[in-house]
């Protein structure tokens, strides 16, 4: 019931799931033979079409060499930049490996 309010990362996480063409249709069935109420169906299905030219969980733009390559410490910090920078790249604001290697320059400068 909360699929139109889910960031479009979240979104996209949830559609790429293994198991998610067959979650759906379970939905679909409980909605049908419960209260006939289709339009959270209609909407995922909706969101699957805008991402049919490309995958639902693209790869990262950005791994732990480039992170560690831009000045950060061998650790966790790594993997909170790289899933930071995946975020940004699933809501659509990093489309390129460039842009977001620029991102990653900007943000560690912020930090430190």
């Known amino acids: 019931m909360n699929v139109p309010k889910m960031k479009r990362s979240t979104l996209r996480k949830f559609v790429g799931r293994l198991h998610f063409p067959l979650e759906l249709e379970l939905h679909r069935i409980d909605c049908t033979s419960s209260h006939g109420k289709l339009d959270m ?7 699957q079409k805008e991402l049919a030219a490309e995958p639902a969980l693209p790869p990262p733009l950005l791994t732990g060499r480039d992170v560690m390559g831009s000045g950060v410490s061998e650790g966790p910090d790594v993997g909170t930049w790289i899933k930071r920078a995946y975020e940004l790249q699933l809501e659509g604001q990093l489309a390129t490996r460039e842009a977001a290697l620029e991102w990653l320059r900007q943000e560690i400068a912020k930090s430190t």
């Open 41 to 47: 169906h209609a909407h995922v299905l909706e969101f």
